[in-house]
């Protein structure tokens, strides 16, 4: 059996004989270690869940018109376009569609209209998105929980989140456009209800009521003037030739239409997911800096109180360095202590806040998640030790013969 | 080898600045020990003698002159030479005995054994020396606090003793035990020295100071 170094020993021993001391310093450093890899768990889980969400539409390629004109436009719709047989540039026209169809090969391409208007049903209002597509892609595209297609103008289909919110079953109506509105209300019925798509870049139909085209023609009117195309892919791995293939035969002179894919709403979402963490991290932090300011407080309380051992131990042979290790260590092991219930009460407190925070605890146990524990172990232990160096730098510069004479 | 003193002190001065003038704590001390002497040194509080007790321990240097240990200039030392100078060379005795309260008695013998050679005590040396201070293993396994004053002092006795120190340094052994523990521990030391061990000691006791072959009075910072 091999006993552990002495110094080590008596640093153990010093935590054990003031056990209420050190383990009220160690919760400081618990409660950081789980406030940050809480934090931590919930943007990974967050962002994995978001990107999982946007690699269900990763093969789509959303053409939209692109309203600023070039680089440095204002994004004012019609700014200074030119030369091309369509001028206005806030829509996406017939011709251009075309092009598009044929620049995408074999990929399957329909065009969406899309507006904002309010909604009402039975006592409620608000606001929807209206989108309308031809009849093949909307049997194609979308997917129908329960009852069928809108196949007249007074039909439609509602997504998920629009049903729960205002509880509309098929058959319910729904009133779009408000009293005042210019294009005056008009009344339709729900022939069915969407599946829920989640978070997609292609059209947001969770929260969408998709009509048919005439319905929406009539009440806005922009015939053959789509406000997006969506263009699926076949093969993901062509997704970056055909994208670059539309853009060269649509934008040839001037920047007519922006073609995207959903890598870049995944890395808007991730920054602002990154700022957000980042500013709960930094709240955070502030309790990690109040348990290093207690474990501070605690070490000085400790050298003060041993000044008369340091002195005996000074005297009969302990070099500097080793008092110092001997301080060190004691926070060292505080800190421990403290990171590795941090660790464990993480895991539980994680868990349950992820599914609270995110509705899903499906990548809880993924790896980008997890790394969050020991993290925040690291840096709760690490912030701890710093805390310590100073009280240990001071014990281990006691004059040993002032030190002994101390009561 | 033989004609190096132990300890030979060259005109030790230390100095204390202070606001209200200099404080001459040692004002010129010359002195030579040789390998086997029992010196007392005696004198008043306030006379200079735990300033001179801690530049022949090491735990201080002196402002002018020179200290030798072994031959050695105390003064041209860094802090880590003089700390292991003070673990392999001296063996201290407190009058507070100053065990080292979170270990037991037998760790606290075996301590500075650990320090020096890094590794614990696999030879039974130990033990050994707590047998012949009168501490059984039984009585080893506790703390200081369990201990009395006498035992804490044979204790202390046995870990001044363990990296067989060229000088045993004795300050006020016996001035926190009664009479009859005093004399055993004074008794110990005595045996010590008859066994060729260099024993100096700080007293200011008359009867302590009749055990040692040599007594030096120190008064105002000089050897009287």
């Given at each position: 059996m091999k006993k552990p170094d002495i110094i080590f020993q008596l640093s153990m021993r010093s935590v054990r004989l003031n056990l209420l001391r050190s383990v009220l310093a160690a919760l400081g450093i618990v409660i950081g270690v789980v406030a940050i890899a809480s934090i931590g768990m919930i943007s990974a889980n967050m962002t994995l869940s978001v990107t999982e969400e946007l690699s269900a539409t990763a093969n789509v390629l959303v053409v939209s018109p692109d309203a600023g004109g070039g680089g440095g436009g204002f994004g004012m719709p019609g700014g200074g376009s030119g030369g091309s047989s369509d001028d206005e540039d806030d829509y996406i026209s017939d011709d251009q569609f075309d092009d598009i169809r044929k620049a995408a090969g074999s990929s399957y391409v329909y065009y969406l209209y899309s507006e904002s208007d309010s909604i009402e049903t039975g006592d409620s209002k608000g606001r929807a998105t209206i989108y309308a597509m031809d009849d093949d892609a909307m049997t194609e595209i979308l997917t129908l929980t329960e009852g069928s297609y809108p196949s007249t103008t007074s039909q439609v289909v509602i997504g998920p989140d629009l049903v729960e919110r205002?509880?509309?079953?098929?058959g319910s109506k729904v009133t779009i456009g408000d009293e005042d509105d210019e294009n005056g209300q008009t009344t339709v019925r729900v022939t069915g209800i969407l599946e829920e798509r989640g978070m997609s870049m292609d059209i947001s139909s969770d929260n969408g009521i998709i009509t048919t085209e005439k319905f929406f023609t009539g009440r806005y009117g922009g015939e053959g003037e789509y406000a997006q195309v969506n263009v699926v892919v076949d093969d993901i791995d062509e997704i970056d030739a055909i994208a670059e293939s539309i853009d060269e035969t649509l934008n040839k002179k001037d920047d007519e239409v922006r073609v995207e894919d959903s890598s870049r709403m995944l890395d808007t979402i991730s920054s602002t997911l990154g700022t957000i963490t980042s500013f709960a991290l930094a709240i955070a932090g502030i309790s990690l800096l109040v348990a290093a300011v207690s474990i501070f407080n605690v070490m000085m309380m400790s050298v003060t109180e041993r000044v008369r051992e340091i002195g005996i131990l000074r005297s009969i042979g302990t070099q500097k360095g080793e008092i110092l290790r001997m301080f060190i260590y004691e926070a060292a092991i505080i800190g421990i202590v403290g990171a590795g219930i941090g660790a464990v009460l993480s895991l539980v407190i994680g868990y349950v806040v992820v599914f609270g925070m995110v509705g899903t605890t499906e990548y809880f146990f993924a790896l980008d998640s997890l790394a969050n524990i020991p993290e925040g172990m690291i840096v709760g232990a690490l912030i701890c030790i710093i805390s310590g160096v100073y009280p240990a730098w001071r014990a281990s510069n006691l004059d040993p013969i002032e030190a002994l004479r101390a009561e | 080898m033989s004609s190096t003193p132990v300890i030979a002190l060259e005109d030790v001065r230390k100095i204390y600045p202070l606001l209200s003038g200099d404080v001459h704590a040692l004002d010129g001390v010359s002195l030579t020990i040789e390998k086997g002497e029992f010196v007392a040194i005696m004198g008043p509080s306030g006379s200079g003698k735990s300033t001179l007790m801690n530049q022949i321990g090491c735990l201080d240097v002196p402002t002018e002159g020179t200290v030798r240990i072994e031959g050695q200039d105390i003064g041209t030392l860094s802090d880590h030479d003089l700390t292991a100078l003070r673990r392999d060379s001296i063996g201290y005795i407190f009058q507070k005995f100053n065990l080292i309260p979170l270990l037991t008695a037998y760790e606290n013998v075996e301590y500075p054994l650990v320090l020096r050679h890094r590794k614990y005590d696999d030879s039974g040396r130990v033990q050994a020396l707590l047998d012949s201070v009168g501490i059984d293993s039984a009585l080893a396994a506790h703390r200081p606090s369990e201990l009395s004053g006498g035992q804490q002092q044979r204790v202390a006795v046995a870990r001044a003793l363990v990296n067989e120190p060229a000088i045993l340094l004795c300050d006020e052994p016996t001035g926190n035990l009664d009479s009859k523990t005093s004399r055993q521990i004074m008794e110990m030391l005595a045996d010590l020295n008859r066994q060729g061990r260099t024993v100096i000691m700080v007293t200011h006791d008359a009867a302590t100071a009749e055990y040692a072959n040599r007594t030096i009075q120190i008064q105002d910072g000089r050897i009287a």
């Open positions: 205002y509880g509309i079953v098929v | -």
